[in-house]
Nanobody, 127 residues
Framework: QVQLVESGGGLVQAGGSLRLSCAASGRTFSNYNMGWFRQAPGREREFVAAISWSGGNTYYADSVNGRFTISRDNAKNTVYLKMNSLKPEDTAVYYC????????????????????WGQGTQVTVSS
């Protein structure tokens, strides 16, 4: 079991940077693959980035590749999303999600495969 709490959202001008954090409870954090998703008003939840349990594999949506960086610190039970060169279209509520390790394939782009979700943090990018 894991509880997730996001932080670090806020208002930033286009071209600026922001770093989101997702703190996980307990001592089982390293047993979970992690993802970041975002959802803007009137839109479906969208995959942003994902990272494997060890941090050895990372994945990005085409829309953020080259601008965003996902990382994790298992000793701190925290996953991060560093966002650079922010655009107005990045405006959304950002959620972190956790998926327990298992034998089945990790379809990391699909929000339905994740077991736990944080409450979300608002990111607003002004023009």
């Amino acid at each position: 079991q894991v509880q997730l709490v996001e932080s670090g959202g806020g208002l930033v001008q286009a071209g600026g940077s922001l770093r989101l954090s997702c703190a996980a409870s307990g001592r089982t954090f390293s047993n979970y693959n992690m993802g970041w998703f975002r959802q803007a008003p009137g839109r479906e939840r969208e995959f942003v980035a994902a990272i494997s349990w060890s941090g050895g594999n990372t994945y990005y949506a085409d829309s953020v590749n080259g601008r965003f960086t996902i990382s994790r610190d298992n000793a701190k039970n925290t996953v991060y999303l560093k966002m650079n060169s922010l655009k107005p279209e990045d405006t959304a509520v950002y959620y972190c999600a956790a998926r327990s390790r298992r034998d089945t394939t990790w379809y990391y782009r699909n929000p339905r495969v994740y077991d736990y979700w944080g409450q979300g943090t608002q990111v607003t990018v002004s023009s």
